[in-house]
């Protein structure tokens, strides 16, 4: 009996390193910055802060502000911009589904990379937001973001951004502050079908027109 216990103890060790060894390991902040401010250009990676910006706040309407999104929600879009095991294509597209300038900016990084230059961006403040241009869509902007349009079956998009468009950490991102050309081209690809990485998304965005989706881009640029 004793070979037998001997046995099962020797087993569950085995799994309990086993285990151990192959958990995640914590992000590392630090890494993170060197790789969004330099790159790696020994694996072929280029600077994500020659897009995007010192900290994540770009000054290039066409590439979004990164500063302050959550740290959950970045990682999930980095995978999301890569092609992934058996896939033909990235989940996330960009117009006539094409594949996104970010796709082979994203193929050479690790996914502990992605989670350290998703750390530091969360870390990161937003200091240079974007503002709302246009006055005249200002309440219709302000009615879809607070209340939608339920007799199209359009939620208000605060139920999930929040009232000042902080977002919901590992859920929903930062819409505050955001480029509103970056906000449309989103809206419409998602509207689309060529940004498949979110059905909820899609499903919402594809009940909402032209108009709609300019004015809540607007007022969401806005928000603070």
Known sequence: MSWLVNGLLGLLLVIATSAFAAAPAKPDMERGARLFDQGDPSRGIVACASCHGAGGNSEIPVYPNLAAQPHEYLARQLHDFQIRPGATQPRRMA???????????????????????????????????????????????????????????????????????????????????????????QLTLLRSGARSNSPVMQDIAGRLTDDDIKAVADYGAGLR
């Open 95 to 185: 117009a006539d589904s094409e594949v996104s300038v970010m796709t082979p900016m994203v193929e050479a990084l690790t996914p502990a990379d992605i989670q350290d230059i998703a750390l530091y961006l969360a870390q990161q403040a937003l200091s240079a937001p974007a503002s709302a241009a246009l006055p005249e869509l200002f309440e219709p902007g302000q009615r879809l973001w607070r209340a939608g349009a339920a007799d199209r079956g359009v939620p208000a998009c605060a139920a999930c951004h929040g009232p000042n468009g902080a977002g919901l950490p590992a859920q929903y991102p930062r819409l505050a502050g955001q480029f509103s050309d970056y906000l449309k081209e």
